[in-house]
T-cell receptor, first 112, second 113 residues
Framework: QQPVQSPQAVILREGEDAVINCSSSKALYSVHWYRQKHGEAPVFLMILLKGGEQKGHEKISASFNEKKQQSSLYLTASQLSYSGTYFCGTEIRDNYGQNFVFGPGTRLSVLP | KAGVTQTPRYLIKTRGQQVTLSCSPISGHRSVSWYQQTPGQGLQFLFEYFSETQRNKGNFPGRFSGRQFSNSRSEMNVSTLELGDSALYLC????????????FGPGTRLTVL
């Protein structure tokens, strides 16, 4: 039930755009996006809820297709500080109730 | 506002021992969630506590348990440690729970020998 993230890794030059995708085989109730830099804790980027509500940073955008159980994170005009591993976290319901399952991560490297 | 704090930051234990990790949430946050991060399995949700009650639980064996105190501080306990329990244990606090913005602590690095 772990969501699939694509691509696994991407290398960009400063100023270029990137899209990171997250898809699940389970019905999703919300999707969260986090960025983690090496040796640091994950940092919140965005939450997308069923029904279209979003909470997040102004410079980050994302979409959530509830029917396809997919979400995409859009990084535009990338900066060096965008480098890190991006995780999607998906809220699902299973035998244990409300569960939260992370994807394996997408490693993003932004070069000068 | 102080962030989420976790103690200890590093811990070395041997197989069969037990360990207790502590997490102090951001002031005013009533939800504390625990996660295990390993290179092989990635980030995995352990459980969430809200107002001293376990509200949600991931797919981990009963050796992993936790509790939350009236001041919202939380502890996680792992009994009968196995080599595979070596990981970074992260806690996150939020106002409303795992569907709300989560603020992560720096983590506790547990090594089981």
């Amino acid at each position: 039930q772990q969501p699939v993230q694509s691509p696994q890794a991407v290398i960009l030059r400063e100023g270029e755009d990137a899209v990171i995708n997250c898809s699940s085989s389970k019905a999703l109730y919300s999707v969260h996006w986090y960025r983690q830099k090496h040796g640091e804790a994950p940092v919140f980027l965005m939450i997308l809820l069923k029904g279209g509500e979003q909470k997040g940073h102004e410079k980050i955008s994302a979409s959530f297709n509830e029917k396809k159980q997919q979400s995409s994170l859009y990084l535009t005009a990338s900066q060096l500080s965008y480098s890190g591993t991006y995780f999607c976290g998906t809220e699902i319901r299973d035998n244990y109730g409300q569960n939260f399952v992370f994807g394996p991560g997408t490693r993003l490297s932004v070069l000068p | 506002k102080a962030g989420v704090t976790q103690t200890p930051r590093y811990l070395i234990k041997t197989r069969g021992q037990q360990v207790t990790l502590s997490c102090s949430p951001i002031s005013g946050h009533r939800s504390v969630s625990w996660y295990q991060q390993t290179p092989g399995q990635g980030l995995q949700f352990l459980f969430e506590y809200f107002s001293e009650t376990q509200r949600n639980k991931g797919n981990f064996p009963g050796r992993f348990s936790g509790r939350q105190f009236s001041n919202s501080r939380s502890e996680m306990n792992v009994s009968t440690l196995e080599l595979g329990d070596s990981a970074l244990y992260l806690c996150a606090s939020s106002l409303a729970g795992i569907t709300d913005t989560q603020y992560f602590g720096p983590g506790t690095r547990l090594t089981v020998l």
